[in-house]
Antibody
Framework: QVTLKESGPGILQPSHTLSLTCSFS??????????VSWIRQPSGKGLEWLASIWWNGNTYNNPSLKSRLTVSKDTSNNQAFLKVTSVDTADTATYYC???????????????WGQGVMVTVSS | DVQMTQSPSYLAASPGESVFISCKAS??????LAWYQQKPGEANKLLIYSGSTLQSGTPSRFSGSGSGTDFTLTIRNLEPEDFAVYYC?????????FGSGTKLEIK
């Protein structure tokens, strides 16, 4: 059974760096073909794909956030991480991690999701 | 980026009825389309991928159709647990993009 759970700071100040953790079970990010993605959703709005990381360490980022995103993983502890630098109020959202189905390291769709963690950027 | 336009944004229906949710892509995406269900307090659920393939566990009253730029999610014989928000998502090219959602409410 695949489960994922996000954790984060809850609230942080503008210009700071957001660090999120996705703790998962039911699969290993060291296994061929496995991937985890991050998606966010501002309150009352739609979903935005942010980034994906694969079992071999390859990553894909959404160009709209340019170089602000860093995804990484800790295979031994079944965790994936997302860092977002220089946050502002527009980064206020619920952040989800999701097990990702893909093909040749390209993320396709998300077959298991965490429940999300709410992040507020405010001074 | 591929823009995904969903309609309607809001839909009211009664249990037992059938509903149709449209998703249009700004360019052809073949059948690289997924549908998700979102309910408060629950993890988002993948319903359909490849335009029409039901994810394991998705009830058969859900179906997906279309290819190219026009897609439809059909829910037949609505059950109370189907009232939720539905999103389409394309994975034909990066960045992956979602529709704006359709909220299905009980009439």
């Amino acid at each position: 059974q695949v489960t994922l759970k996000e954790s984060g700071p809850g609230i942080l100040q503008p210009s700071h760096t957001l660090s999120l953790t996705c703790s998962f079970s039911g699969f290993s990010l060291s296994t061929y073909g496995m991937g985890v993605s991050w998606i966010r959703q501002p309150s009352g709005k739609g979903l935005e794909w942010l980034a994906s990381i694969w079992w071999n360490g390859n990553t894909y980022n959404n160009p709209s956030l340019k170089s602000r995103l860093t995804v990484s993983k800790d295979t031994s502890n079944n965790q994936a991480f997302l860092k977002v630098t220089s946050v502002d109020t527009a980064d206020t959202a619920t952040y989800y991690c999701a097990h990702t189905h893909g093909w040749y390291l390209l993320p396709y769709y998300f077959d298991y999701w965490g429940q999300g963690v709410m992040v507020t950027v405010s001074s | 980026d591929v823009q995904m336009t969903q309609s309607p944004s809001y839909l009211a229906a009664s249990p037992g009825e059938s509903v149709f949710i449209s998703c249009k892509a700004s360019k052809s995406i073949s059948n690289y389309l997924a549908w998700y269900q979102q309910k408060p307090g629950e993890a988002n659920k993948l319903l359909i991928y490849s335009g029409s393939t039901l994810q394991s566990g998705t009830p058969s009253r859900f179906s997906g159709s279309g290819s190219g730029t026009d897609f439809t999610l059909t829910i037949r014989n609505l059950e109370p647990e189907d009232f939720a928000v539905y999103y389409c998502q394309q994975y034909y090219e990066k960045p992956l993009t979602f529709g704006s959602g359709t909220k299905l409410e009980i009439k």
